[in-house]
């Protein structure tokens, strides 16, 4: 069988799973889900940003009891530029990843398509809580390993 997106096709779309969103400035965020389907790489567009250095991947779901797809989850990955500015916008790059899983076996890894520093995400997940502690946050209401259902 021929690979899409560098993964499996069993992982392009399925069945029953679980979808968790890990990110460098909150905790990992939960989906259990009765459907899932990966569409891209994408060429992103935008009104009044060059985003041609730029690809993105959305991963359409639908939730049990329900029949169609929520608001799909967006993950971007590359430079973009705006035309007023000399500095470069990053997408996402070492910020967010996504992991789908079924029965504690992994059918698709978003760090497989848009690979993501680790020790990067790590860093700015330290920076994050310092930052916030620094404006008077408490550093026990910045859990960052609280699981969040949605």
Known sequence: ???????????????CATITEFYATDGPWVRHVRKFEIRGLYQPSHDDLDMREAKELFIYY???????????????????????????????????????????????DSRDVFPCDMQEFDKRREDYVAQMAA???????????QVREL
């Open 1 to 15: 069988m021929r690979k899409i997106l560098g993964i499996d096709p069993e992982a392009v779309s399925g069945g």
């Open 135 to 145: 404006r008077g946050f408490p550093r026990e209401s910045l859990n960052l390993s």
């Open 62 to 108: 639908i939730k049990p009891r329900k029949r169609t797809y929520e608001s799909p989850i967006r993950l971007l990955h590359g430079t973009a530029y705006a035309p007023w500015s000399e500095q470069p916008r990053i997408c996402y790059d070492n910020n967010h990843y996504v992991l789908i899983e079924h029965n504690g076996k992994v059918l698709f």
